[in-house]
């Protein structure tokens, strides 16, 4: 295995999961598990030997988190490890604090905390408002 700075040279300009549009510098990414959809080397799920994900669950309670395994590294469905957390929105994003902040990408801390209070807060039901009853005009 190479460098992951040299796997960046690489593929950054051939991958075939940039999407690039017109008036915006950026392109985007639409790789899986990708935390902010920007085309750059450090959200890049590729070429990092340790990868932290967030999707949200299919039974919309909580959310999933998909790490890249050290094991299995050349059998791509079976390197990664899924796991839900689904025990309340404060105690859910302090588990996956603790993941993130014990050596497992701690410069993607920010990112990954935002995309699952993300998921949290689209899973919430919202409750509609009232109308107010008209005025009576005198």
């Known amino acids: 295995m190479s460098s992951s700075h040299?796997?960046?040279?690489?593929?950054?300009n051939t991958s075939s999961f940039i999407?690039?549009?017109r008036n915006v510098?950026?392109?985007?990414?639409?790789?899986?598990?990708?935390l902010t959809n920007r085309h750059c080397f450090k959200f890049n799920t590729l070429v990092h030997k340790n990868v932290?994900?967030?999707?949200?669950?299919?039974?919309?309670?909580?959310?999933?988190?998909?790490?890249k395994s050290k094991k299995k590294?050349?059998?791509p469905k079976a390197s990664m490890v899924r796991f839900q957390i689904k025990s309340g929105p404060r105690h859910t994003?302090?588990?996956?604090?603790?993941?993130?902040?014990?050596?497992y990408r701690k410069d993607?801390?920010?990112?990954?905390?935002?995309k699952a209070s993300a998921i949290i807060r689209s899973e919430k039901t919202?409750?509609?408002?009232?109308?107010?009853?008209?005025k009576k005009a005198e």
């Not at 994003?93 to 050596?103: D, E, H, P, Q, R």
Request: charged share 25%; proline share 8%; glycine share 6%.
């Open 6 to 12: 040299l796997q960046w040279l690489i593929t950054r």
């Open 19 to 21: 999407l690039k549009k």
């Open 25 to 34: 510098k950026q392109p985007f990414s639409t790789e899986p598990l990708h």
């Open 52 to 67: 932290i994900g967030v999707e949200p669950a299919k039974d919309k309670n909580g959310f999933v988190v998909v790490m």
């Open 73 to 75: 590294v050349y059998k």
């Open 93 to 103: 994003l302090a588990k996956l604090n603790n993941i993130v902040k014990n050596g």
């Open 108 to 114: 993607c801390r920010g990112a990954v905390l935002k």
């Open 126 to 134: 919202r409750v509609p408002k009232k109308a107010k009853p008209a």
